[in-house]
């Protein structure tokens, strides 16, 4: 199993990145897909995640009306639409599954998921 993080980049502030993450090695058809971003010198934090099996998207609160994610099954691909970016968003951004359902308030939580991409940095200049 494997995810491939891809799409980062240097932007500056208020422009725009899409991040994208391809799965490989199986389908993750019922299982939620996250993704979490770890700053310099800072703790790894939720950004986004979809449950699949509901449709429905979380957001961190700091990324709510900019960013969007997306799913694209037949592809066993997610997208993280990044828009009106900050420089606070400079991060190494990772995507991340795991084997079966999530209970919705545990899915936030990075130790609920058991794969990881390798990351992607995003580095937003002021």
């Known amino acids: 199993v494997q995810l491939q993080a891809s799409g980062g980049g240097l932007v500056q502030a208020g422009g725009s990145l899409r991040l994208s993450c391809a799965a490989s090695?199986?389908?993750?058809?019922?299982?939620?897909m996250g993704w979490f971003r770890q700053a310099p010198g800072k703790e790894c934090e939720f950004v986004v995640a979809i449950d699949t099996w509901s449709a429905r998207s979380y957001y961190a609160d700091s990324v709510k009306g900019r960013f969007t994610i997306s799913r694209d099954k037949a592809k066993n691909t997610v997208y993280l639409e990044m828009n009106s970016l900050e420089p606070e968003d400079t991060a190494v951004y990772y995507c991340?599954?795991?084997?079966?359902?999530?209970?919705?308030?545990?899915?936030?939580?990075?130790?609920?998921?058991?794969?990881w991409g390798r990351g992607t940095l995003v580095t937003v200049s002021s």
């Open positions: 090695g199986r389908t993750f058809s019922n299982s939620p």
């Open positions: 991340a599954t795991r084997d079966g359902r999530i209970v919705v308030s545990a899915i936030n939580r990075a130790e609920q998921y058991k794969y």
